[in-house]
């Protein structure tokens, strides 16, 4: 059949090469065609919504469904689990057998809480379970280089079949290998087959055994005991380090039980001396009642005087509710729940003065800050990598030598005898250091960084002569502040006092009274906090002096 052709209109000679239409479809009129063009769009255009409608519907529907399922979960628990105080009453005591297992001082001294808070506080438990972890890790790590590891194995297989005759073997191997001071490594291997074959009854059977010793001995790169041994000392620093922290730490969290403790026995001191606060602006309120109903007074003196009265009241409200909350947060500090019921020891802490110089001082720091300690052994951790990363620099030139023996193939184990000449070989090894970019980058990384680390440990030692020079001028402020508040105190009561009896005599109004009176306690208040803030500030120079000593319990000494 010839090809179709199409005919372009107005030039009948010019012939396309392109594929005319089928017979029927070129003998239909042109807007047919056009209008069966525009319904083959539309149809496919429907075919491909209907399609996406139909994914999404599905999609909505798995994702509802999901969706139900888990509110219904929710609207479950909400429906059932539920407990409402206003119905079901209180809730069972929680922890009960953990306080059952306490001896829960009552009332608790301090040394009693820094002991509590050494057992149970969750956060020393983790610390001190990191440093036991620390030093198993190390203990795997000089096993490694100190000792020698050992290592076996032990395979049976059997092969059958109808096209393979029966068999089975058993492989015994035994190896270690030893770590030599010089870098080298000794490594001895031993190896013992049992082959069965035919019907399995051992009637084909041969044994055969092997053994082995070879040294591997580096010559340069690697060689030398602190290079091979530089993964162990490491290792031994890093948990010295460890340990200096858990020691610093166990220094930081002893402080922090001693200034929670003193700070909820100095809000509780304060709480009492607000409510007699409340005792005074009571009497003072009734006394410009008196007053005013003798005629000496005015109404005036007696809204003040009640309005002090009710903001004392308030004042008890907050205290008493901050002190609730302050208690059952420094239960938790001790790893107490917070249904534990005690009372803590009405003791504040003595005055005691610390006869130090600030040349002594900063001298006694610099020399026994386990930090600083810290700081100036990782200078020199970083002066070891320099070392290790020139020997890097170095070809790889090493010396291997090789022993091995072997049996022949025997029927039994008894019958199995060792050649009396084994093989023997020696040789060396020598790399060709083409490229040693990457070694090149690794020296000058460990470079800046020892330059780093130097004047790292400059800015320490400079904050930590800012540091004690701080804390002991911080140190004298407290003491000086104290003394000048025992004189305020007693300032503030002769005050009151004085305001008291010109109000009697009408002297004086009832503000002054009332006004001489929370001046009184806020006195007190601020005493308080003045002696917690001398003894916290005298721990903590002790402790940034490296003369705070805390032993397992927990317990302080100087």
């Given amino acids: 059949m010839p090809p179709l052709v199409s005919v372009r209109r107005g030039n009948p000679k010019e012939a396309s090469t392109t594929p005319a239409l089928a017979p029927s479809l070129r003998r239909t009129p042109p807007f047919l065609r056009r209008l069966f063009a525009v319904g083959l769009f539309v149809g496919l255009t429907a075919l491909l919504s209907g399609c996406a409608a139909y994914a999404r519907g599905n999609t909505d529907r798995e994702g509802s469904g999901i969706q139900e399922q888990k509110t219904g979960e929710v609207e479950q628990f909400r429906r059932d689990g539920l407990i409402d105080p206003r119905v079901d009453g209180p809730p069972p005591p929680t922890d009960a057998e953990l306080l059952a297992a306490i001896d829960l001082p009552d009332p608790m001294s301090l040394d009693d809480a820094i002991r509590m808070a050494t057992e149970q506080n969750r956060d020393y438990k983790a610390r001190r379970e990191a440093l036991f972890l620390s030093a198993l890790d190390l203990g795997v790590t000089r096993r490694d280089f100190l000792r020698p590891v050992f290592d076996g194995s032990i395979g049976w297989e059997f092969t059958d079949g109808s096209s393979l005759q029966y068999s ?8 270690g290998s030893y770590r030599l001071f010089t870098g080298g490594t000794v490594r001895l291997n031993s190896g013992l087959s049992v082959d069965n074959a035919g019907d399995g009854a051992g009637k084909d059977q041969f044994t055969a055994g092997s053994s082995s010793i070879s040294l591997t001995q580096p010559l340069l790169q690697g060689a030398g005991h602190d290079i091979a041994f530089e993964g162990l000392t490491q290792a031994e620093r890093s948990l010295l380090y460890d340990a200096r922290n858990f020691e610093l730490f166990r220094q930081d969290f002893v402080i922090g ?67 609730s909350v302050a208690f059952d947060r420094f239960k938790i500090q001790l790893g107490l729940p917070t249904a534990a019921d005690f009372d803590i020891e009405d003791s504040f802490p003595e005055l005691i003065e610390l006869a130090i110089d600030l040349e002594g001082a900063v001298a006694a720091a610099l020399n026994n800050r386990l930090d600083l300690r810290t700081d100036r052994d990782q200078v020199e951790d970083r002066r070891r990598r320099v070392t290790i990363a020139k020997n890097d620099l170095l070809p790889s030139f090493d010396l291997n030598a090789t022993y091995s023996t072997s049996t022949d193939a025997e029927t039994s184990l008894i019958g199995l005898d060792f050649h009396e000449e084994g093989v023997a070989s020696i040789g060396v090894a020598l790399e060709i250091p083409f490229d040693r970019k990457s070694q090149r980058a690794n020296l000058r990384s460990a470079e800046i960084s020892l330059l780093q680390s130097e004047r790292n440990l400059n800015q320490r030692e400079d904050e930590v002569i800012l ?36 109000f009697e005599s009408g002297l004086a109004t009832n503000r002054d009274v009332t006004e001489a009176a929370d001046e009184l306690t806020d006195a007190k208040n601020q005493q308080l906090d003045r002696i917690v803030d001398h003894e916290i500030a005298r721990l903590t120079l002790l402790r940034q002096l490296g003369l705070l000593f805390v032993d397992p319990s927990g317990m302080v000494s100087e």
Avoid at 292 to 319: P, T, W
Wanted: glycine share 4%; charged share 25%; hydrophobic share 35%.
């Fill in 168 to 175: 089975d073997v058993t492989s015994l191997s035994v190896g």
């Fill in 257 to 323: 039980i001693i200034d929670d403790y003193y700070a909820l026995l100095s809000q509780k001191q304060q709480l009492v001396n607000t409510r007699q606060n409340i005792d005074r602006q009571t009497f003072a309120f009734d006394q410009a009642k008196a007053l005013f109903r003798l005629g000496r007074g005015d109404s005036l003196s007696v809204f003040r005087a009640e309005q002090s009265l009710l903001q004392a009241q308030n004042q008890v409200l907050n205290d008493d509710q901050a002190y």
């Fill in 467 to 502: 540091e004690v020079r701080s804390s002991l001028g911080t140190l004298r402020q407290r003491r000086s502040q104290i003394e000048i508040g025992k004189r305020e105190i007693t300032s503030f009561e002769l005050s009151w006092e004085k305001a008291s009896l010109e």
